[in-house]
């Protein structure tokens, strides 16, 4: 099944998984979210789609709203913290040179800094944004932020992150018109969830012109 047609009709598929493989679905469920999220190979899976359709699904009465939405937090959260000790473990051990210009031990450093300042926020922000939210956890563990600090703010994002759009799903994704254009909507959210990161990139590369 290719994924661009999984993510773009995730509503079919999980009613087909729902209707065909039982309880299986919400292992199914855990293991996409997690991997997505604890797993650097694999930020091209689905997050904030899957979430919404799995809300709408749940509204139907195929899945335990709170069953699933439990699982999904748990498997977020667990993602995260896999994702942050990899980063913690492998970090100084690649980033160990003092002439390499993409491993030096400057940028291992710089990353230390920014994550004692600014990584609560980077957490939090990252578990909204597709990409980010496989790659912020890594690159916190790298800089090694407080483990104490990351664990609770991932926590939180976690929480808020399936709150909104299982919540989200549950109570409007079976309104007729949004049923009825669901492929559309779900082809929104993955534009908005991309546009912050999109802005950024382009303000990035702005900004580096102007200095030039």
């Given at each position: 099944m290719p994924i661009i047609d999984f993510i773009l009709h995730i509503d079919q598929h999980l009613i087909f998984m729902t209707q065909n493989y039982g309880a299986w679905v919400y292992g199914i469920l855990f293991l996409i979210i997690f991997c997505e999220t604890g797993l650097?190979?694999?930020?091209?899976?689905?997050?904030?789609?899957?979430?919404?359709?799995?809300?709408?699904?749940?509204?139907?009465?195929?899945?335990?709203?709170?069953?699933?939405?439990?699982?999904?937090?748990?498997?977020?959260?667990?993602?995260?913290?896999?994702?942050?000790?990899?980063?913690?473990?492998?970090?100084?051990?690649?980033?160990?040179?003092?002439?390499?210009?993409?491993?030096?031990?400057?940028?291992?450093?710089?990353?230390?800094?920014?994550?004692?300042?600014?990584?609560?926020?980077?957490?939090?922000?990252?578990?909204?944004?597709?990409?980010?939210?496989?790659f912020i956890p890594f690159v916190a563990g790298i800089g090694r932020m407080p483990y104490s600090r990351f664990l609770g703010f991932s926590l939180a994002a976690s929480l808020m992150w399936v709150l909104l759009f299982v919540g989200a799903g549950y109570f409007f994704g079976n309104i007729p018109v949004v049923k009825k254009n669901f492929t559309l909507l779900i082809m929104a959210i993955i534009i908005v969830s991309l546009l912050p990161a999109i802005f950024g990139f382009i303000k990035h590369k702005y900004a580096k012109s102007e200095s030039v």
């Amino acid at each position: 099944m290719p994924i661009i047609d999984f993510i773009l009709h995730i509503d079919q598929h999980l009613i087909f998984m729902t209707q065909n493989y039982g309880a299986w679905v919400y292992g199914i469920l855990f293991l996409i979210i997690f991997c997505e999220t604890g797993l650097v190979v694999t930020p091209f899976l689905p997050g904030d789609s899957l979430l919404f359709a799995t809300g709408a699904i749940a509204a139907t009465g195929a899945l335990d709203p709170v069953l699933v939405g439990g699982l999904i937090i748990v498997a977020a959260f667990m993602g995260d913290n896999v994702n942050y000790w990899f980063g913690r473990t492998t970090g100084p051990k690649v980033f160990s040179s003092h002439t390499s210009r993409i491993f030096n031990r400057k940028h291992l450093e710089k990353t230390e800094e920014f994550y004692a300042k600014h990584g609560h926020k980077a957490v939090i922000i990252a578990r909204f944004l597709p990409i980010f939210r496989t790659f912020i956890p890594f690159v916190a563990g790298i800089g090694r932020m407080p483990y104490s600090r990351f664990l609770g703010f991932s926590l939180a994002a976690s929480l808020m992150w399936v709150l909104l759009f299982v919540g989200a799903g549950y109570f409007f994704g079976n309104i007729p018109v949004v049923k009825k254009n669901f492929t559309l909507l779900i082809m929104a959210i993955i534009i908005v969830s991309l546009l912050p990161a999109i802005f950024g990139f382009i303000k990035h590369k702005y900004a580096k012109s102007e200095s030039v």
